[in-house]
């Protein structure tokens, strides 16, 4: 299947790690120019050395200020991946406020506002364009210490919808992938539990968490023109764990 989006000028956010940073080499790798933001700059030295010519964009993109200082003149953007977040583990009865805050400003807010950036820009250029909201199997299934990052997901999923409707008429189309447990270093902390873990895998039918390349390759369909049809959608990469 031929994805076309060699010449296109992709934006991903997390682009650090984990999910996001495949999905760079992966886009870098399908002939596309690729801007990649992250907070951490050693990460994005390390991301530009591995994927020449990847324009790296270091910012906290829980400070909208600075947010828009780094992105407002990004330029064109074709494609946007909408990754960042945290994921701040908190019994609900003991979650702290700035626990609540940072989490809602990394994993909703801020892919808000980079997509008001892009689809902005989109709207006065006059072309269509592709975002991909990484949302997660927890915004349809509660797990335990995992309330505030399941909310943001939870909004994340409805803002796709939101986005999808309000931005379809200019050609711009969103949707999300919902994955399940992926050990990147943030799942590795979710599933430190041995035990948890051995009994969460052997929920899923098809007893495994997901590779980070199997989320990344709904991603890259989503933003490909072989998904034209299809916005306001969201694939679940989880293994099956909803269906069991």
Not at 67 to 84: F, H, K, Q, S
Not at 94 to 103: G, P, Y
Not at 187 to 216: N, Q, S, Y
Request: proline share 4%; charged share 20%.
């Amino acid at each position: 299947m031929e994805l076309g989006l060699a010449g296109r000028r992709a934006l991903v956010t997390g682009a650090g790690k984990g999910i996001g940073r495949c999905a760079v080499r992966a886009l870098h790798a399908a002939g596309a120019q690729v801007v990649a933001v992250s907070r951490t700059r050693a990460d994005l030295d390390a991301l530009v050395l591995e994927c020449p010519g990847v324009e790296p964009i270091c910012v906290d993109l829980g400070d909208w200020e600075a947010t828009e200082r780094a992105l407002g003149g990004v330029g064109p953007v074709d494609l946007l991946v909408n990754n960042a977040a945290v994921a701040l583990l908190q019994p609900f009865l003991e979650v702290t406020k700035e626990a609540f805050d940072r989490s809602f400003s990394v994993n909703v807010r801020s892919a808000f506002q980079v997509s008001q950036i892009v689809a902005r820009s989109m709207v006065d250029r006059g072309v269509p364009g592709s975002i991909v909201n990484v949302s997660s199997m927890v915004s349809h299934v509660p797990f335990p210490s995992l309330s505030v990052y399941s909310s943001t997901k939870g909004a994340m999923t409805m803002l796709t919808k939101a986005m999808a409707l309000e931005l379809g008429p200019h050609k711009i189309r969103v949707n999300s992938v919902h994955p399940t447990v992926v050990l990147t270093a943030m799942g590795k902390r979710v599933t430190a539990d041995e035990e948890i873990t051995r009994k969460l895998k052997e929920r899923h039918p098809l007893r495994k968490f997901a590779e980070v390349e199997d989320v990344v390759n709904s991603i890259l369909f989503l933003l490909s023109d072989c998904s034209a049809s299809t916005t306001g959608s969201g694939i679940m990469v989880d293994s099956g764990y909803l269906a069991s």
